[in-house]
């Protein structure tokens, strides 16, 4: 990577962003495509973003990736805001075009493609449930709606922010919606077990999107009834490390076909750099560069483990 006066920047506004596996996605396709372009994390705390999305426009970079805990400020910060960036209320991609602020969300459409990539499955192929009502509940549900799914389903241990989703995407979309009391525990006979029954026996897709589950060793789950998914049935967690989460092995063994989140991370990225470039993404590279990165910090949390059980 050669880095000059024609170098044109973007990157990374979160906090923390240390973590974060996109530099070395996008600076791999910069390089693989032969762009004098790069791609930086920038550790921006609540306060400071106001004046990061600013300095976007002032100092004429491409645009950034916006992360936790920004992406919801970010949206009030633009000049302009894409149909699913308004709908779900959260900007993850800014773009800046002659001085204009464009932000859009990317989560949604990246959760898409990889639907369409790996499991074959279109919004419009029937209902979905989605477990949780956060920040990626909401990017999922609202391109779902946007492109056609006939039903939403969400679930979430607090009741208020599942109907308060469902709602939204009832009310600006017009697609079906509705709110679904988690069980006390699969089998338990909780409260609205019956309705877990019937959406599971409709629903083409069930997405999980809560941090139950995230990091190695992790065993949570959401409480869903895993005894009434159906064969064949599709489940994206969007967790991506571990690679297969507890609710994933659960879920394959009742039958589902289960994905986790690393198509969405790819596709999210993507859609970023074909924004920023007019370029269509090179996937094969980012791919590459996903899992090498991902299998370099599996092997660190590895060497950690075992200096630890040493000492």
Not at 150 to 161: F, S
Not at 210 to 238: H, K, R, S
Request: glycine share 14%; aromatic share 4%.
């Amino acid at each position: 990577m050669m880095i000059n006066g024609k170098t044109t920047i973007c990157g990374i506004f979160g906090c923390p962003v240390g973590h974060s596996l996109s530099p070395a996605m996008h600076n791999a396709a910069f390089a693989s495509l032969g762009l004098n372009w790069v791609y930086l994390p920038f550790e921006v705390g609540p306060k400071g973003l106001p004046a990061a999305v600013e300095a976007v426009r002032a100092l004429n970079m491409a645009g950034v990736n916006v992360t936790v805990p920004h992406k919801q400020q970010a949206a009030a910060l633009v000049d302009q805001l894409s149909p699913a960036a308004g709908l779900s209320g959260a900007v993850n991609t800014i773009v800046n075009r002659g001085g204009v602020l464009h932000g859009h969300n990317t989560d949604g459409e990246g959760f898409l493609r990889a639907l369409e990539e790996e499991a074959g499955l279109r919004a419009e192929a029937g209902p979905a449930l989605i477990l949780g009502a956060g920040g990626a509940a909401r990017a999922v549900a609202a391109a779902l709606a946007l492109n056609g799914s006939p039903e939403i389903i969400v679930a979430n241990r607090t009741p208020e922010k599942a109907a308060q989703l469902s709602e939204l995407i009832r009310n600006r979309t017009g697609c079906r919606a509705s709110a679904l009391t988690w069980p006390a525990g699969p089998g338990q006979g909780g409260p609205g077990e019956g309705d877990w029954a019937s959406v599971l026996a409709r629903a083409s897709l069930v997405v999980q999107t809560t941090p139950l589950g995230m990091g190695p060793g992790a065993e949570g789950t959401p409480p869903l009834p895993f005894d009434l998914l159906n064969p064949g049935q599709v489940v994206v967690d969007l967790i991506y490390n571990p690679a297969c989460t507890t609710f994933m092995n659960r879920c394959q063994a009742a039958g589902a076909r289960v994905f986790n989140g690393l198509g969405m991370l790819l596709h999210q990225g993507a859609a970023a750099f074909e924004l920023w470039t007019g370029r269509q993404a090179p996937l094969a590279v980012m791919r590459d560069a996903l899992k090498q990165n991902i299998q370099v910090r599996r092997q660190e949390t590895g060497d950690r483990r075992q200096e630890g059980a040493g000492e």
